[in-house]
C-alpha cells in the first residue's frame, strides 16, 4: 500500500466517522468486512477508536463463504448467529461493507440460492431500526476483481474514485441542492431532455423531497424504514413520481447497478402513463426476467434521483450521486411515501440532460442552474 494510498483511505475514514456517523467518545460501533474490503475496514476501526469508540470487526470469509455455498447451505448463511445479534441490540453504530467480492460466481448463482444467502436483510433492519441504530454501507465493497475487468478498470484507481467522493461534506451536498429541492417540493411537472434522444414528460407526487447526504436518520419518520444506514459516498435528492403520468422517452448514458446486477445503455418508452417498451445494451435479459415477476405498478415510474456529488464523474456504483445525474425509478416508491407498492423496482441514469421543473429550468446539460 502505497503511502500516498493509505492518506487518502485516512481522510476518506475520518470524514466518514466525523462528519457522517459524528462517532462520540464511549459509543460501540460493529464493523463488517469482507477479504476485499478488509484494507479499508481496518482504517476505519482505527478512525473510530482515534475518536473515543469501543469497536468490533466481524470478517467474512470468502473462501468459508463460497464452501457453504457448495455444500448447499444456503440457508445457513441467510440465519445471523445470536452474537450477531446481540451485538447489534448493543452497538451504537454499524459499518457495512458490500459482499462477497467474486462477483462473476454472483452472476452465475441461482436467484433462489442467493435470496437464501441473504434472507437475514429484511429482519436485520427490524432490529436494527428498533435499537436506533446509525450506520453506514461503503460502497467500496462493490468495487471488485471482477467487475474491474468486465469494464476495464484499475480497480485501485476506482476505489480511489470511491474514497475520494467520500470526502465531499454532507453540509455541502444540501447547499448545492437546495434550490433543487425547493422546486421539486413546489412543482408538479417534470420535463427531461437529452440530445440523445431522450423526452420525457413525468409528474411530481406531491410528496417531500428527501435528501440523501450520507448522514443516517435512525427514528426520523420523514426517511425511510432502511434510512438508518445511509449508503457512502452520498450526495442525493430523491423524490416521488405520482405512478400515472408519464409521456416520452429516456434513454440511459450511465450503468445501473442495482446490487451485484448491472445493465447498460436502457431505453424505456412511456405512453398514457406505462412503460410500453424497453430496451439495453446489457442486462437486459435480467431486467426483464425481473419485470415477468413484478407485481401491478411495475410499469409505472415510482421516483426521479438528482445526483449532487462533483466528485462522483462516471464512477461505477456512483452514477445516481454524480452532479447533474438524473435518474429515473420505474415500480416501487414506497421508501419515498408514493403509493406504487410493487415489488418491481430498477431505473436508468442520465447524465447532462436539461431539466424544467413546471417549465422552469432546474439543470441545463448537466449544471444545475
Same mark, same amino acid.
Given at each position: 500500500?502505497?503511502?500516498?494510498?493509505?492518506?487518502?483511505?485516512?481522510?476518506?475514514?475520518?470524514?466518514?466517522?466525523t462528519r457522517y456517523l459524528r462517532v462520540r467518545p464511549g459509543e460501540n460501533a460493529v464493523l463488517e468486512s469482507w477479504d476485499h474490503t478488509m484494507p479499508f475496514a481496518a482504517v476505519m476501526v482505527d478512525e473510530i477508536r482515534r475518536a473515543g469508540g469501543r469497536t468490533l470487526h466481524i470478517q467474512e470469509d470468502e473462501g468459508?463463504?463460497?464452501?457453504?455455498?457448495?455444500?448447499?447451505?444456503?440457508?445457513?448463511?441467510?440465519?445471523?448467529?445470536?452474537?450477531?445479534?446481540?451485538?447489534?441490540?448493543?452497538?451504537?453504530?454499524?459499518?457495512?461493507?458490500?459482499?462477497?467480492? +467474486?462477483? +462473476?460466481?454472483?452472476?452465475?448463482?441461482?436467484?433462489?440460492?442467493?435470496?437464501?444467502?441473504?434472507?437475514?436483510?429484511? /429482519?436485520?433492519?427490524?432490529?436494527?431500526?428498533?435499537? &436506533?441504530? #446509525?450506520?453506514? #454501507?461503503?460502497?467500496?465493497?462493490?468495487?471488485?476483481?471482477?467487475?474491474?475487468?468486465?469494464?476495464?478498470?484499475?480497480?485501485?484507481?476506482?476505489?480511489?474514485?470511491?474514497?475520494?467522493?467520500?470526502?465531499?461534506?454532507?453540509?455541502?451536498?444540501?447547499?448545492?441542492?437546495?434550490?433543487?429541492?425547493?422546486?421539486?417540493? #413546489?412543482?408538479?411537472?417534470?420535463?427531461?431532455?437529452?440530445?440523445?434522444?431522450?423526452? !420525457?414528460?413525468?409528474?411530481?407526487?406531491?410528496?417531500? /423531497?428527501?435528501?440523501?447526504?450520507?448522514?443516517?436518520?435512525?427514528? +426520523?419518520?420523514?426517511?425511510?424504514?432502511?434510512?438508518?444506514?445511509?449508503?457512502? /459516498?452520498?450526495?442525493?435528492? +430523491?423524490?416521488?413520481?405520482?405512478?400515472?403520468?408519464?409521456?416520452?422517452?429516456?434513454?440511459?448514458?450511465?450503468?445501473?447497478?442495482?446490487?451485484?446486477?448491472?445493465?447498460?445503455?436502457?431505453?424505456?418508452?412511456?405512453?398514457?402513463?406505462?412503460?410500453?417498451?424497453?430496451?439495453?445494451?446489457?442486462?437486459?435479459?435480467?431486467?426483464?426476467?425481473?419485470?415477468?415477476?413484478?407485481?401491478?405498478?411495475?410499469?409505472?415510474?415510482?421516483?426521479?434521483?438528482?445526483?449532487?456529488?462533483?466528485?462522483?464523474?462516471?464512477?461505477?456504483?456512483?452514477?445516481?450521486?454524480?452532479?447533474?445525474?438524473?435518474? !429515473?425509478?420505474?415500480?416501487?416508491?414506497?421508501?419515498?411515501?408514493?403509493?406504487?407498492?410493487?415489488?418491481?423496482?430498477?431505473?436508468?441514469?442520465?447524465?447532462?440532460?436539461?431539466?424544467?421543473?413546471?417549465?422552469?429550468?432546474?439543470?441545463?446539460? &448537466?449544471?444545475?442552474?
Amino acid at each position: 500500500m502505497s503511502e500516498a494510498r493509505s492518506k487518502l483511505q485516512h481522510d476518506a475514514a475520518r470524514q466518514i466517522v466525523t462528519r457522517y456517523l459524528r462517532v462520540r467518545p464511549g459509543e460501540n460501533a460493529v464493523l463488517e468486512s469482507w477479504d476485499h474490503t478488509m484494507p479499508f475496514a481496518a482504517v476505519m476501526v482505527d478512525e473510530i477508536r482515534r475518536a473515543g469508540g469501543r469497536t468490533l470487526h466481524i470478517q467474512e470469509d470468502e473462501g468459508a463463504w463460497w464452501a457453504a455455498i457448495d455444500r448447499k447451505q444456503s440457508r445457513l448463511l441467510g440465519r445471523a448467529s445470536a452474537p450477531e445479534w446481540a451485538a447489534l441490540v448493543a452497538a451504537n453504530l454499524y459499518v457495512h461493507f458490500w459482499g462477497p467480492g +467474486d462477483t +462473476d460466481r454472483i452472476e452465475r448463482l441461482p436467484e433462489k440460492t442467493f435470496d437464501e444467502a441473504i434472507a437475514w436483510f429484511s /429482519p436485520w433492519y427490524d432490529a436494527a431500526r428498533k435499537s &436506533g441504530l #446509525r450506520g453506514a #454501507r461503503v460502497t467500496l465493497g462493490f468495487a471488485t476483481e471482477g467487475r474491474a475487468r468486465q469494464w476495464g478498470l484499475d480497480r485501485t484507481e476506482w476505489e480511489d474514485r470511491i474514497l475520494r467522493a467520500c470526502l465531499t461534506d454532507p453540509g455541502e451536498a444540501g447547499r448545492r441542492g437546495a434550490r433543487l429541492f425547493r422546486a421539486l417540493a #413546489r412543482g408538479t411537472r417534470v420535463r427531461i431532455s437529452h440530445p440523445n434522444g431522450t423526452d !420525457l414528460e413525468v409528474a411530481l407526487a406531491g410528496t417531500p /423531497p428527501r435528501l440523501q447526504d450520507g448522514t443516517p436518520h435512525p427514528r +426520523d419518520k420523514r426517511y425511510g424504514p432502511a434510512d438508518m444506514l445511509a449508503q457512502i /459516498p452520498a450526495g442525493r435528492i +430523491d423524490v416521488a413520481l405520482d405512478s400515472k403520468t408519464a409521456e416520452g422517452r429516456i434513454r440511459a448514458n450511465r450503468r445501473t447497478n442495482i446490487w451485484w446486477y448491472w445493465s447498460d445503455g436502457g431505453t424505456l418508452e412511456f405512453a398514457e402513463g406505462r412503460l410500453t417498451s424497453y430496451s439495453f445494451d446489457h442486462g437486459g435479459e435480467e431486467f426483464a426476467r425481473r419485470f415477468r415477476k413484478g407485481t401491478p405498478g411495475k410499469d409505472r415510474t415510482g421516483a426521479l434521483m438528482f445526483g449532487l456529488n462533483p466528485a462522483a464523474e462516471d464512477v461505477p456504483n456512483l452514477e445516481t450521486i454524480e452532479q447533474g445525474c438524473v435518474t !429515473l425509478v420505474v415500480g416501487r416508491n414506497g421508501h419515498l411515501h408514493g403509493s406504487n407498492r410493487s415489488n418491481f423496482m430498477n431505473w436508468v441514469t442520465l447524465a447532462g440532460a436539461d431539466v424544467a421543473i413546471d417549465g422552469t429550468p432546474v439543470l441545463r446539460a &448537466g449544471k444545475i442552474v
